[in-house]
């Protein structure tokens, strides 16, 4: 039986082992992917920025999640480089072609002065909470503590920001608000599954504050019993990293999209109609995002925009879009992924079909644009104009 020098021995005639000023002489984002096959407990106490953490018990399990291209440079440290030297070669065994071991491994990258930090560390009972997140390396323990220092807010408890509150509250965002004005209603039981029979007649933005609370106490749940107005539009708002827009009439739609463009706050929009629904991320930040009004300049005229209580709705489709819109809203915090900017995502549910249409930003927006307001000022909101000035037409592509 070979020794531990005899596996060391034959590892180092394959697995090159350089040192940190090697690794760092590649700015990225041509440097290695970094991989930090120590325990938990040790990365608790500091971690490489930038490295994906896999234990060495879990890393044949695990790393063609992080690193599917097995062509790709590798560089594995452990604390002193004798585990990762191991782990490097079960990694060529596997077919990696361009694995290497950090020399003098993580006690080697303090000691020279390269960056590293103290991740937020979580506790036990939210490492077995949130342990399916911790096994996916596009999130890990530093996407987990992203989601819980995140602030969402949700435009409405009903139909839409009743899924959409429970996902994210399941996932761990750390402050999740709701605003409502309204109380539930039988009716609204069909769809709104957020509450319950014992809340009927009660207030939404209260109802949905003890579901949150009573599934996941880490989150901090805010009940905002009031509507959007455009005087207080600013004071809601303001703090938030993403919001998702459940709303249900235009006039909170537009005011809603005005002001986050004035703020650069991330909304997530979703809307239903019977059988279909529409989700789209507009995101102020990115100067190729549309905006609302990019989208849809002016309201509809009443009679072709009923509200559920004329038109009826198909109970289980604004679960589907609410989920959705808690997708995009994860996304956004945890910038992962490719969330649906300039993307409308359309949904039939008759057909089970989807269907993505691109949609641009129009350089004559009235809000987005370049002669766009810097205020409210002025702007009036209501279902019938919601109106900046008139005559402007969608930016929407094939």
Known sequence: MPTLQDLLHNARQTVPEPDVAT?????????????????????????????????????????????????????LYCAGGTRSLLAAKAMQEMGYANVASL???????????????????????????????????DVGEAGQAKLLDAKVLLIGAGGLGSPAALYLAAAGIGTLAVIDDDVVDASNLQRQV???????????AQSAQRAIEALNPDVN??????????????????????????SDNFAT????????????????????FRFDGQVTVLDPRDDAS????????????????????????LGVL???????????????????????????????????DFHTLRVKRSPFCPMCGEDGPDSLEGITYDD???????????????
């Open 384 to 398: 019938i104009s919601c109106a900046i000035r008139p005559d402007i037409t969608a930016s929407v592509a094939d």
């Open 290 to 313: 549309p905006c609302y009004r990019c989208l849809f300049p002016s309201p509809p005229p009443p009679e072709l925009a009923p509200n559920c209580a004329e038109a009826g709705v």
């Open 103 to 137: 020399e003098g491994g993580f006690n080697a990258w303090k000691s020279a002065g390269a960056p590293w930090s103290v991740p937020t560390a979580l506790t036990a009972e939210q490492r077995r909470r949130y342990s399916r997140h911790l096994l996916l390396p």
């Open 23 to 75: 690794v760092l002489q590649h700015d990225q984002p041509l440097r290695p992917t970094l991989i930090d096959v120590r325990e938990q407990d040790e990365v608790d106490q500091g971690i490489v920025d930038g490295a994906v953490h896999i234990p060495r018990g879990y890393l044949e399990l695990r790393i063609e999640q992080a690193v599917p291209d097995h062509d790709a440079p590798v560089v």
């Open 194 to 204: 957020i509450h319950t029979t014992d809340a009927i007649g009660q207030s939404k």
């Open 253 to 272: 739609r537009y005011l809603l999209n005005d002001a986050t463009v004035l703020r650069k706050i991330p909304v997530v929009h979703g809307s239903i």
């Open 221 to 246: 749940a805010v009940a905002i019993e009031d509507r959007l107005t455009p005087d207080n539009v600013f004071d809601v708002i303001d703090g938030y990293d993403v919001i998702v827009d459940g």
């Open 318 to 352: 604004p679960g589907v879009i609410g989920l959705l819109q808690a997708t995009e809203a994860i996304k956004l915090v945890l910038e992962l992924g490719e969330p649906l900017v300039g993307r409308l995502l359309m949904y039939d549910a008759r057909s089970m």
